[in-house]
């Protein structure tokens, strides 16, 4: 199937007489014939529903779609896309262990890996995404267990060279990690180039009108997990009576393992109802992604035409830094910019306080048009060093262009501009 048709069909198939809508099943419990049938299960959660701390029918309809969408062998949505990044990880590292990661990230992100992260016993090397591969085979340690990176950067809007990052990646026998939240399925799918695991902020494009946070976990299948890097995989887990993952569940063994371990014991998983709010969302990703990229590719040519614009970060511009890389990479460069307006600061709160179309808030990437600072906000617990290299500065200004009319969001923009 097409995207377009993937977007509506995938994860959810009614059989004769069965709801044409995905049904929610609002319930935490599931009924067994005997305590025989109980064991069993938990013996192997695969083999049936135990509990909806980490397995729901609604929500595995959504995790099948999306899986679908993307590639992969299978997904697991989570509460939050936070929580998908924490579980991907986690999946892979213990105390002791080390990540490398890109600098230009989400700042929360940023946050999760550089301290909660080491909280655990757990290290993150930053490099510069467009660092080359000389110096990215460098960093990897003997402890390393995984590369990440951002498709399209948040709020860099920089374009990650994915094939690069693989390819060092396998050399050192690690998985690449990819954030697709901005790119979305849509205008990229990862997996094509290389990376291995996939996650979502599904709080962002996929649900795409700001009703419910979420975020999802998917696994390519393509890895080579007996590569003697990840015992936990090959080994038997106890926790299971001796269980091994790569041998009983083949290609699906990360994403089963980060479901029987991780959600067993985090349970960050989200409710039928998300799932469900979700699942329609994302019936109009397709459509709604390509109004996202038209009416922003406008807006962009709008703001670097502006003499009250110091710079424009988007890579549908023939003058962006990462143009060449988003053909190559991107169908569409979705619907978020980043510019710097002149003046710094105060230039740029003006700005974004004159607005009136466009709301001022702490989202990204929904229908309507928003903007907000990241150095006062998302950003605001680094230090003007990591900001820097995280590429932001204090003049920057996230615009998240929406569905209205674009001849009403630049005229919004138009005014705000001029009260500068």
Request: net charge negative; hydrophobic share 40%; proline share 4%.
């Amino acid at each position: 199937m097409q995207l377009e048709t993937k977007c509506i069909h995938a994860g959810y198939t009614p059989k004769n007489t069965e709801p044409r809508v995905m049904p929610i099943v609002q319930s935490t419990t599931y009924v067994f014939d005997s305590t025989e049938d109980i064991g069993a299960v938990f013996d192997d959660p695969t083999k049936a529903l135990i509990y909806s701390r980490f397995a729901n029918p609604t929500v595995m309809a959504v995790e099948g779609k999306i899986a679908a969408l993307e590639g992969g062998v299978g997904a697991m949505c989570t509460s939050s896309g936070q929580a998908a990044t924490l579980m991907s990880v986690l999946n892979l590292c213990s105390a002791g262990d080390s990540i490398i990661s890109t600098n230009q990230i989400y700042g929360g992100t940023y946050n999760l890996f550089s301290t909660t992260l080491k909280k655990l016993g757990i290290q993150c090397i930053l490099l510069d995404c467009d660092a080359d591969e000389k110096t990215i085979d460098e960093a990897f340690l003997p402890n390393t267990k995984a590369v990440f990176g951002e498709t399209l950067a948040n709020p860099a809007l920089s374009v990650l060279d994915i094939k690069k990052w693989a390819d060092a990646a396998h050399k050192h026998g690690v998985p690449l990690i990819i954030d697709n939240t901005f790119a979305t399925p849509i205008h990229c799918r990862p997996f094509e180039f290389g990376a291995d695991i996939v996650v979502h902020s599904t709080s962002k494009y996929m649900d795409g009108h700001a009703l419910q946070v979420g975020g999802v976990v998917v696994d390519s299948g393509n890895f080579d997990w007996t590569n003697g890097n990840f015992p936990e995989f090959t080994e038997p887990d106890e926790s299971y009576h001796g269980l091994t993952y790569t041998e009983t569940y083949g290609k699906q063994a990360f994403i089963i393992k980060a479901r029987m371990q991780l959600m067993r014991d985090f349970g960050c998983y989200p409710s039928a109802h998300s799932a469900f709010l979700l699942s329609i969302g994302i019936d109009t990703l397709a459509v709604r992604m390509e109004r996202f990229c038209k009416n922003a590719q406008t807006a962009a040519e709008f703001l670097q035409a502006s003499d009250k614009v110091e710079s424009v970060s988007y890579p549908g511009l023939p003058t962006d830094k990462y143009y060449e890389l988003g053909k190559k990479y991107l169908s569409g460069c979705s619907g978020v910019i980043s510019i710097t307006i002149k003046g710094g600061k105060q230039n740029a709160i003006r700005f974004m306080d004159a607005l009136k179309l466009a709301s001022n808030e702490v989202h990204v990437a929904d229908i309507h048009t928003c903007v907000l600072h990241p150095a006062s906000a998302t950003h605001r617990q680094l230090t003007d060093e990591q900001l820097v290299a995280a590429g932001i500065n204090p003049g920057q200004v996230r615009v998240s262009i929406g569905l209205e009319g674009i001849d009403d969001i630049i005229a919004d923009l138009k005014q705000a501009l001029d009260k500068i």
